[in-house]
């Protein structure tokens, strides 16, 4: 079936460190891949998106996202966190065929503490 | 502000009753899509509509429903809540659909409550 699996549920980090949040999905085909971020209380907010060309990928406060293709993965990045970016993160696919819709993965609890 | 508008923000109803979601999409998008986000299922895709017309089915059940209206604003309507129905509903749009789609605009969610 297909599938968007994020590894960690939750993440507690201090301000300062870095941390790599996974994301790995099941579709065979082409496809689109996001990164929302949801802050407490507030809506789904885009971080950072792959259509096509530079696997590596840069989007607001600071956050990346490599696309590795063979390995099916997508994972979000930022070098060194702060306070503010406690929210819990949404990596999505979008099968380019399917009329736009996005399959989220169940997401990650990110803690920043200070 | 991602231009998305839903309402009510709060909805708080009884078993059995039904509800009625409105969203609003931003100015010029022509798809609207429905999400639900609850704490066992996570964020499930319900529906999609795409300038009047339905377009792709997720994890809907009978009892809910939705159309597009030529204003292209849409409405979700959740018949014999139960409470297990209790969630964030979610609304998004975007300005196309299908291979050409670019990202999708979330609303603020409407948090239905079902006692």
């Known amino acids: 079936a297909q599938s968007v699996s994020q590894h960690n549920h939750h993440v507690i980090l201090s301000e300062a460190a870095s941390r790599e949040l996974g994301c790995n999905y099941s579709y065979g085909g082409t496809v689109n891949l996001f990164w929302y971020v949801q802050y407490p209380g507030q809506h789904l907010q885009l971080l950072l998106k792959?259509?096509?060309?530079?696997?590596l990928v840069k989007g607001i406060k600071g956050f990346e996202a490599e696309f590795i293709k063979s390995k099916f993965s997508f994972n979000l990045r930022k070098p060194s966190v702060q306070w503010s970016d406690t929210a819990e993160y949404f990596c999505?696919?979008?099968?380019?065929?399917?009329?736009?819709?996005?399959?989220f993965g169940a997401g990650t609890q990110v803690v920043v503490t200070p | 502000d991602s231009g998305v508008t839903q309402t009510p923000k709060h909805l708080i109803t009884a078993t059995g009753q039904r509800v009625t979601l409105r969203c609003s999409p931003r100015s010029g998008d022509l798809s609207v899509y429905w999400y639900q986000q609850s704490l066992d299922q996570g964020l499930q895709f319900l529906i999609q509509y795409y300038n009047g017309e339905e377009r792709a089915k997720g994890n809907i059940l009978e009892r809910f429903s939705a159309q597009q209206f030529p204003d292209l604003h849409s409405e979700l309507n959740l018949s014999s809540l139960e409470l297990g129905d209790s969630a964030l509903y979610f609304c998004?749009?975007?300005?196309?659909?299908?291979?050409?789609?670019?990202?999708?605009?979330f609303g603020e969610g409407s948090r239905l409550t079902v006692l």
């Open positions: 999505a696919v979008m099968v380019t065929d399917s009329w736009g819709k996005l399959q």
């Open positions: 792959y259509f096509s060309g530079d696997p």
């Open positions: 998004a749009s975007s300005a196309g659909a299908g291979a050409g789609t670019g990202e999708l605009f």
